[in-house]
Nanobody, 113 residues
C-alpha cells in the first residue's frame, strides 16, 4: 500500500491550497485517515482526521475553521482544503492511514507573509 501526497506549493498569506493523498495497492475506504505536518525544527503535529465513513472529523485548534478534510472513496483519495492560510502553516504535510502506521512521503507547503 502506498500513499502519495500532492498539491503543495507556495501561497501568500490569506490564500488557499488543496492537498490530495492518493492511495494505491489497497482501498482506504474502511480506514480512518489523517493529515499531519512538520515545520522546520519542530516535531510532527496532528492537523486533521476523518473517519472511514466520512461522518466524523477532528481538527487541531490551530486550523479549525480554516482547513477541511474530506475523502472520495471512489477515487481512493483524501483531501485537505486549506483556506485563509497563515505563515505558521508552513510545513511538510503528510497523510497517514491511522492505525496502520502508513505514511506518505510528504508535500511542502510554504505560506509567505
Amino acid at each position: 500500500v502506498q500513499l502519495v501526497e500532492s498539491g503543495g506549493g507556495l501561497v501568500q498569506a490569506g490564500g488557499s491550497l488543496r492537498l490530495s493523498c492518493a492511495a494505491s495497492g489497497r482501498t482506504v475506504s474502511d480506514v480512518t485517515m489523517g493529515w499531519f505536518r512538520q515545520a522546520p525544527g519542530k516535531e510532527r503535529e496532528f492537523v486533521a482526521r476523518l473517519s472511514w465513513s466520512g461522518s466524523y472529523t477532528y481538527y487541531a485548534d490551530s486550523v479549525k475553521g480554516r482547513f477541511t478534510i474530506s475523502r472520495d472513496n471512489a477515487k481512493n483519495t483524501v483531501y485537505l482544503q486549506m483556506n485563509n492560510m497563515k505563515p505558521e502553516d508552513t510545513a511538510v504535510y503528510y497523510c497517514a492511514a491511522l492505525g496502520y502506521d502508513l505514511w506518505g512521503q510528504g508535500t511542502q507547503v510554504t505560506v509567505s507573509s
